[in-house]
């Protein structure tokens, strides 16, 4: 049997495992390419197939990662900028440990403290 080349919402849906709904949000975004033919639209299956493809995740984590952990090896960056991020510290926290009068040591410079 021979397979369509040009699929329409519904094909296309049963394709790839999807619903219609969400290929109509991918329409209306620009995310999948698509010929509009008044308003009808139509797939190219090739074109479908390379935009899919463009999708798949790479890199999946190798390593089982802790809460609040960053796995780097999920960025497509260079190992020399990888390297320099994760010299970074990242924190929620504030500047320093507040004094024992309980005002950060923020506020006791811009003259806030009583």
């Known amino acids: 049997m021979i397979e369509k080349r040009y699929l329409d919402v519904?094909?296309?849906?049963?394709y790839l495992g999807i619903s219609k709904w969400l290929i109509y949000k991918f329409i209306k975004n620009r995310e999948v390419p698509f010929i509009p033919?008044?308003?009808l639209v139509r797939f190219d299956r090739m074109?479908?197939?390379k935009?899919?493809?463009k999708r798949s995740v790479r890199g999946y984590p190798r390593r089982n990662t802790r809460p609040g952990e960053i796995?780097?090896?999920l960025f497509d960056?260079?190992?020399d900028v990888l390297a320099e991020i994760r010299k970074m510290e990242f924190t929620d926290e504030p500047d320093g440990p507040p004094d024992l009068d309980g005002q950060a040591p923020d506020e006791k410079r811009a003259g806030l403290a009583q």
Do not use: N
């Open 10 to 14: 519904d094909e296309l849906s049963k």
């Open 37 to 39: 033919f008044g308003r």
């Open 47 to 49: 074109a479908i197939d």
């Open 51 to 53: 935009w899919a493809e």
């Open 71 to 73: 796995d780097y090896s």
């Open 77 to 79: 960056m260079p190992e």
